[in-house]
């Protein structure tokens, strides 16, 4: 039996559950590259097949989460084992757990995962997407979900050039 303690993927995953910020920065900093975060963040999964990322929005941990999305190469959108949710299937069950007076705070938590990629396109092993899942009551929540969705389907046919518009396109022959 070992004694050196937990492994940096168990206290990763532990940080997540309880939303300690310290043990997770404390981890993250004894990594050598930005390479070595993303790559432990991304495989870091527990028992289940749940990621850091299902995990920080299975438990409402914020600021956990706020940390992850800012880390270099994380994967906003991995399906966990069982459901095939991706966290921001995740979020949307645990605001759904709490009293409707507490919708509109713990929506940040979707919010985040949504300013950082999150696809909410994306259906899980039921074939359902996030706003599936939400509380018909959480309209806000709906609404939010529903233009995440727009912007992420039409942004998805939208190319973007760096050169102003220099007038007219089309053919620069004289002809009719």
Known sequence: MSDEGATPRELVL?????????????????????HDVADLLNNAKDGVGNHCLHLAASYGSYDVLDILLDQEDLEVDPVDRLERDTPLHKAIRFINTLPSSQ????????????????????????????????????????????????????????????APDEGPTGSASDSD
């Open 14 to 34: 532990e940080a997540c559950r309880r939303n300690n910020t310290s043990l997770l920065s404390e981890v993250l900093t004894s990594l050598n590259t930005p």
């Open 103 to 162: 919708w509109e705070s713990a929506s940040s938590i979707a919010d985040l995962l949504i300013d950082a990629g999150a696809d909410p396109r994306i259906r899980n092993k039921a074939k359902l997407k996030p706003m599936d899942l939400v509380d018909p009551k959480n309209k806000e929540l709906r609404n939010a979900l529903q233009k995440a969705e727009y912007a992420m389907t039409v942004g998805d046919d939208v190319v973007v050039g760096d």
